[in-house]
């Protein structure tokens, strides 16, 4: 019943940017914290950066002053733009609702020379 579809991922250079989002569906998100995580491979999945209802961002340290995390209530989707990626950055991004178990399909982000 839930949905959620990450879209924005690509290939990009170190220094580059890419701006991704997740529309949900099946929720009533206005009411729910978004999250953004990622996978490298061989890695476990790791939180990255959170919105609350209210709008409240936080972020893990290796991404403050990089990544901004957004959302528009109104269009049901939640942002992340990233600036100035780097190789630790590729990864599958992504987005979660927060207290629950839904996952998107994820979306693909490579940052190599």
């Known amino acids: 019943q839930v949905q959620l579809v990450e879209s924005g991922g690509g290939s990009v250079q170190p220094g580059g940017s890419l701006r991704l989002a997740c529309v949900a569906s099946g929720i009533a998100f206005r009411d729910y914290t978004m999250a953004w995580y990622r996978q490298a491979p061989g890695k476990q999945r790791e939180w990255v950066t959170e919105i609350t209802s209210d709008g409240s961002p936080m972020y893990r340290d290796s991404v403050k002053g990089r990544f901004t995390i957004s959302r528009d209530n109104a269009k049901n989707t939640v942002y992340l733009q990233m600036d100035d990626l780097q190789p630790e950055d590729t990864a599958v991004y992504y987005c979660?609702?927060?207290?629950?178990?839904?996952w998107g399909q994820g979306t693909q982000v490579t940052v190599s020379s």
């Open positions: 979660k609702v927060g207290g629950r178990t839904y």
